[in-house]
């Protein structure tokens, strides 16, 4: 139930699909461009965007279960 709550609870939790929007943005963008039509070229900056910023919420960037600061020296490196 908690995880229903966040954001990154209901997006999919592949890259494949946030590639793709961003990939479609960037050829709508440039039909726009080509085509000197300021509202596509604005769609396309926006699915960009979109699609930059909903890959790290479906990667579990901002993840809430974070180790404390240090426990990644622990782990890796160097013991006394």
Do not use: C
């Not at 590639?19 to 769609?43: M, S, Y």
């Not at 919420?57 to 990644?72: D, M, Q, T, V, Y």
Request: charged letters at 10%.
């Amino acid at each position: 139930m908690h995880n229903l709550l966040l954001p990154s609870a209901a997006l999919p939790h592949s890259p494949g699909a946030y590639i793709a929007i961003v990939l479609v943005g960037f050829a709508i963008g440039t039909l726009g461009h080509l085509f000197k039509v300021r509202w596509l070229v604005g769609i396309g900056i926006a699915l960009i965007v979109l699609g930059a910023l909903l890959l790290p919420f479906a990667a579990g960037i901002p993840s809430s279960e974070k180790s404390p600061p240090g426990e990644e020296a622990l782990e890796g490196g160097f013991s006394e």
